[in-house]
């Protein structure tokens, strides 16, 4: 199936770090979800974002839906350990249909 | 807490035999299953939709024979690969619709099968 193109596809950062990572997509979207999968694990939801434009966070999280819903970006602030994992981006076009996953981004934090 | 519980976390099964993962939804109806297979390294690929009542749609490429979805209750779907081949070795992950809800979906914690 599609996918969307999520950017970058790994990260290697030093504990303190800010990370930012990003998804675009040709088709328009309604909802942007980013999910943090670990490894063995189903996919978490961290944030889920609704209208165009809209910025949401979540602790150190940051989202934001593009104003064209075709992107959407996750920033993390101060980055610790824990942080280590897969994101995901996943877009959705109306509610109740299945999403679309983007390629994921593997970070990896040394402390 | 979880809201999706996946069962069994891991399987290993002989070469022809057949497999049953179950997903469930724990404290709501989910009328929307969504069946996701990932390989190592790799992102979620969609499998089917399950829809509580009546036959599930299939994915492109996804063998409708191979991998039975049954909806039978507003809770409960489960994932039957038939005859199973190591090329069926993945990691199945289930997620679930709120009826009434449309978004977000919340997934299970994901079945390792290998296939020996």
């Known amino acids: 199936g599609q996918q969307l193109n999520q950017s970058p596809q790994s990260m290697f950062i030093q504990e303190g770090e800010d990370v930012s990572m990003n998804c675009t997509s040709s088709?328009?979207?309604?909802?942007w979800l980013w999910y943090k999968q670990d490894p063995g694990e189903g996919p978490v939801l961290l944030i889920a974002l609704y209208k165009a434009g809209e910025l949401t966070s979540n602790g150190r999280l940051t989202a934001q839906f593009g104003i064209t819903r075709k992107d959407s970006f996750l920033n993390i602030s101060a980055s610790i350990p824990s942080d280590v994992g897969i994101y995901f981006c996943a877009g959705q076009g109306n509610a109740g249909n299945m999403l679309t996953f983007g390629g994921g981004t593997r970070l990896m934090v040394k402390p | 807490g979880a809201v999706v519980s996946q069962h069994p976390s891991r399987v290993i099964c002989k070469s022809g035999t057949s497999v049953k993962i179950e997903c469930r939804s724990l404290?709501?109806?989910?009328?929307?299953m969504f069946w996701y297979r990932q390989f190592p390294k790799q992102s979620l690929m969609l499998m089917a939709t399950?829809?509580?009542?009546?036959?599930?749609?299939?994915e492109q490429g996804v063998e409708k024979d191979k991998f039975l979805i049954n909806h039978a209750s507003l809770t409960l779907s489960t994932l039957t690969v038939t005859s199973a081949h190591p090329e069926d070795s993945s990691f199945y992950i289930c997620?679930?619709?709120?009826?009434?809800?449309?978004?977000?979906?919340?997934f299970g914690n994901g079945t390792r099968l290998t296939v020996t």
């Open positions: 088709s328009i979207f309604n909802t």
């Open positions: 404290d709501f109806q989910a009328t929307t």
């Open positions: 399950s829809n509580e009542g009546s036959k599930a749609t299939y």
């Open positions: 997620s679930a619709l709120r009826q009434a809800s449309g978004s977000p979906l919340h």
